[in-house]
């Protein structure tokens, strides 16, 4: 985790909500959920480029506040701190970053074949996510969590989805103008297409008539959210930093992990 974070965003997180669940530190595939022995199930968490985590650290100290039994890992996939182009432009680099983390869980089921995994990404972590969800066996993952995600639009979900047994849920806000809007226009999505992002429009799904049925159930396990003004109470404004906030992952993202059911939470 960039050290710049652990300085001055860390005590924040901490005076608030106190000690976080799992560790910062660079995940191995060795040693994926190395305490999840102790624990109901694996959260993992694939930020967006540049190396500041915030995403990850405030998901780190909101599932310590609200005691869910999970180890909770930050895969750190990127270059390093302000390394954000290389991060973004890099494809070789995404999908070897996407190979270790699919290994992480395989990895983690070999020993915990039972208790739930989850996937967690924000912005160009989640073209790290899906790309080592199209590497994973059936219903490996249980559910999957993109906020903001700078992926293009017309991403084929299917082998990704393939992999989610329950659901995989998509955060996007028409305000998010700046960075998934203009930026990803002029120097590309994390899979490398010129075009706005998923994470500003949302993912194109198929229509009622598409004859592949097997593509139709596989979208059925789509879930996307819409950036709504109500969200403005958990200090997320629509913009990109708006989903690192632990107001809004507590509000939002924590009830997707829980194991009492996605389907119960109400946006």
């Not at 974070?5 to 959920?33: C, F, H, K, N, Q």
């Not at 249980?142 to 700078?150: F, N």
Request: net charge neutral.
């Amino acid at each position: 985790m960039a050290s710049l974070t652990s300085r001055l965003v860390e005590p924040v997180y901490r005076w608030i909500s106190g000690r976080p669940s799992g560790r910062p530190g660079a995940l191995e595939p060795d040693d994926a959920g190395g305490n999840a022995d102790r624990a109901g199930g694996l959260v993992l968490i694939a930020d967006g480029v540049g190396g500041m985590d915030l995403c990850g650290t405030g998901l780190r100290y909101v599932i310590g506040a609200e005691r869910l039994p999970y180890a909770v890992e930050v895969f750190p996939w990127g270059h390093g701190l302000g390394r954000w182009y290389a991060d973004l432009t890099d494809a070789d680099h995404r999908d070897q970053q996407a190979r270790l983390l699919a290994e992480a869980v395989r990895r983690y089921r070999v020993d915990q074949p039972d208790p739930p995994v989850f996937l967690v990404a924000k912005s160009g972590g989640a073209g790290v996510v899906v790309k080592a969800l199209e590497l994973l066996d059936e219903a490996s993952v249980e559910s999957v969590v993109l906020l903001s995600p700078a992926v293009s639009p017309g991403y084929d979900l299917v082998p990704a989805l393939r992999a989610v047994r329950r659901q995989l849920v998509v955060f996007w806000s028409p305000w998010d103008l700046v960075i998934l809007g203009v930026g990803t226009r002029f120097l590309g999505t994390v899979d490398r297409i010129k075009t706005v992002s998923a994470g500003l429009v949302g993912f194109r799904v198929p229509g009622p008539d598409d004859p592949d049925r097997d593509r139709t159930r596989q979208y059925g396990k789509l879930r996307q959210v819409r950036w709504r003004p109500e969200m403005a109470a958990s200090l997320y404004f629509g913009g990109h930093l708006g989903t690192d906030c632990p107001l809004f992952l507590r509000k939002s993202v924590v009830p997707l992990l829980r194991g009492d059911g996605a389907e119960t939470v109400r946006f």
